[in-house]
């Protein structure tokens, strides 16, 4: 049933500030604005070996409303080094949710809360690369 990573999608009540930041951390520009002109409610990023999206939508469009603090699913994305990307997010003004962790043999996982209070995993994940190559 489940094939595949379609979209991630996070809320954030400044969605310029969130585009800017990710835009920051990617290295990459959204390719895709809603409205076009003007105060975005939605912006969305291709990014990874597989171009998944990550979307950013306007708190006010949260269904049943947003908790006031991170929870919920963590979505992690893989990198090739854990402590550095760990590291990079904190120099950027995400606060720690949990420091890397060695999970088994070619598994390590990391996650913090963005400026914009959602949960951002990030894995070195072996299975990840062995299915890429």
Do not use: C, K
């Amino acid at each position: 049933m489940l094939r595949g990573l379609s979209t991630v999608s996070l809320f954030a009540d400044d969605v310029a500030a969130a585009r800017a930041w990710y835009a920051e951390l990617l290295g990459i520009e959204a390719y895709f604005v809603r409205p076009a002109e003007g105060t975005p409610a939605y912006v969305e990023f291709r990014i990874g070996d597989y171009q998944h999206e990550l979307g950013i939508i306007d708190s006010r469009f949260a269904p049943n409303g947003r908790p006031a603090t991170a929870a919920g699913a963590v979505i992690y994305w893989h990198v090739d080094d854990v402590r550095a990307g760990y590291e990079r997010l904190i120099s950027m003004g995400a606060t720690a949710y949990e420091e890397p962790v060695e999970r088994g043999p070619g598994f390590v996982t990391a996650s913090v809360v963005d400026p914009f209070g959602n949960i951002l995993g990030i894995m070195y994940n072996r299975h990840y690369l062995e299915v890429l190559g």
